[in-house]
């Protein structure tokens, strides 16, 4: 495997940053994964709009102009030879002296991609098996809307679903509505038939893969509604499902043990998987 690390690509198991890295001392940087989908990038426009925001929020200067990034992406991606996986990349504030205020100006961003094939068996299976989940308190910072790399809260979330036999830990705010998995966003089919999310201004990553099931769901006619949902009208839900860009549209089935309707993948998440790879192939 092959990583660009700075300006040059090197094999992976060389690919270093330095130990003053902010990325590394304070969490200072943010990042995107993007899916690549027979050898095409997976709305890459969208990431690289969602990139330039995080940045801005976080006032660290972009690494190179968006035209070249895009170059160096296809290029990583090219070069560890990936028709379907996933892309990372990553930006830090830099290399400086530890200390909590920015650096001087001038200071250069760090940048990292990477690149890996997924296995589709895997997706595949939980995709027809559905998975599991459980609900945790938000105990994240207010600017989840910022794509950071601090993502303690967000490790030990889905390590804590881990330990309970789930695959995703969905957030839950303090008047208990749903706010968003560990790395994922979350939708329910409501009694009524309508695909509902929670809307993006309100404490949650403004995921892609949730933007874009916006755009598919009313192509199928699909009546959608962002409103904030309770933990008890998603476990009566008629269906349940999670987007990323890691697990495009996976069915949850079962909720702090609870079973989600008969406890199999719904028909809506599975039309909504077909199309979304019609329109992004
Ligand atoms: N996570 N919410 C959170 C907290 C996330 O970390 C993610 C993505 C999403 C979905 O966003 P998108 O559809 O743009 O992937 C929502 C990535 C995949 C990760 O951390 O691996």
Redesign the pocket.
Known sequence: RIAYVNGRYVTHSNAMVHIEDRGYQFADGV?E?CEIRHGYIVDLTR?LN?LERSLGELRIAWPMSRKALAGVIRETVRRNRVRNGLFYLQVTRGVARRDHVFPAEGTPPSLVITAKSTDPSIIAQKNANGIKAITVPDNRWDR?DI?SVG?LP?AMARQQAKEAGAQEAIYVDAEGMVK??????VWIVDRDGTLVTRPAEHG??R????TTLIDIGAKLGLKIEERKFSVAEMLAAREVFI?????ICFPVVSIDSQTIANGHPGSVSQKIREAFFDVAE
């Open positions: 990042y994964v990431h969602r989840v794509k993502l967000n968003e998995g560990a790395a994922t966003n949650i990553l995921g892609i893969t949730r987007t990323a860009a890691t697990s």
